[in-house]
């Protein structure tokens, strides 16, 4: 399969590709990794006039600290996100959820930026980036801003980015003393979650104190389980986690596919909720 | 049309691509190095992977201008001098393959583990293979290929 033509562009700064978008007005995509984008160009799903290859800009790379804060750029491989010391010790449900995205080819390819303004509810970090409740920083003409993780999830496969906007770098409050999971459920080991939930749990005292739980595949947008968050506060074992679970499925719109019924994922929400609550607790 | 310069199994190219051309088809096409085949075409196969700067890469998801300036190393590239790689003849030694469309991809991906992990386990095999697709289900004698290959033991009850 061969992608439909399109002319190529491969700016060497954050400024020279806004500026490339935003004089192609809404023709142009951006490539990351690829790993999204080449296969639907492939497909003849996308049809873009310019393809701006975001892969060679050097301050799109790499993770930071920035005091209480983990900023990750947004080129940064999958490969790379789950082997850094930094996301391991601070965003460990990061790493965890990474190194189960697709196979290692595509982690080598695959960026974590490309993963999430792809926007694909079935992706793993989109999620994972709602439990961690990540801020992203966009740069567009008209300078930079800040989209918070609940606000970048616009629908199906569409973010908070305006044509003309590109995503920089993620940055992800670190979390200490947090216990956390990512539990997916899929039928092939590199397929996409049928459904999947990141737990994110601090216990306190023998209960949990707070608990941050994001749904994979349940609606257009990746989603907080909030019935199941609030209901999980105060829970004090098994018993009262697996009762908590029962409401993970509350306001979720999941699809029907040949993969599943909106029935069964709302069975699946529940069951990996617990499993990933209890494992978050170290109780699993 | 844009020009590109990559190295290819020690060779240095020059070329004027278009922009969409896919990786594979540069390699197979443009440069006759049909080493590498093309399965599935929609990147779950792996039966492409190739070695795009020390790390693994399907080639049918790379556009031949992403890859500018860099290094490719395919199935073509690995012996040196007619002689084998240790991961090769292990292949061959252990008959890792049936009809031999994912063995290029397996030795590119197989590659790529023992160089992050050179002492893996059967499990961790699996796992790094995990992007590669055989379609005769070969799986077992490839798994223990790339085990004899970093010096494991091979369970070969598990043949049976």
Known sequence: MIPPAFEYTRPGSVDEAVRALADAGEEAKVLAGGQSLLPLLRLRLAFPELVVDVGRIPELRGVREDGDTLVIGAMTTHHDVVHDPLVRRHAGLLAQATATVADPAVRHRGTLGGSLAHADPAGDLPAVALALDAALVVAGPGGRRTVPAREFFVDYLQSALAPDELLLEVRIPKRAGWGFHYEKFHAVAQSWAIVAVAALVRRDDGHIAEARVALTNMGPTPLRATAAEEALTGADGPGAVARAAEAAAEGTRPSQDLSASPEYREHLARVLTRRAVLTATGTG | ?160
């Open chain 2, 1 to 160: 049309m844009t020009h590109i310069t990559v190295k290819v199994d020690g060779t240095t190219y020059e070329d004027d691509v278009e922009p969409r051309l896919l990786l594979v088809h540069y390699l197979r096409d443009r440069l006759g190095l049909t080493g590498t085949p093309i399965g599935c075409d929609t990147s779950n196969c792996g039966a492409c992977t190739v070695e795009l700067d020390g790390a693994s890469a399907k080639s049918c998801s790379v556009l031949a201008v992403q890859a500018d300036g860099c290094e490719v190393t395919t199935v073509q590239g690995l012996a040196k001098d007619g002689e084998w790689t240790r991961l090769q003849r292990a292949f061959h030694e252990r008959h890792a393959l049936q009809c031999g469309y994912c063995t290029p991809g397996m030795l590119m991906a197989a590659r790529d583990l023992l160089r992050e992990n050179p002492h893996p386990g059967a499990e961790e095999v699996r796992h790094a293979l995990e992007g590669n697709l055989c379609r005769c289900t070969g799986y077992q004698n490839i798994v223990h290929a790339v085990l004899a290959a970093a010096g494991q033991q091979v369970a070969e009850e598990a043949t049976a």
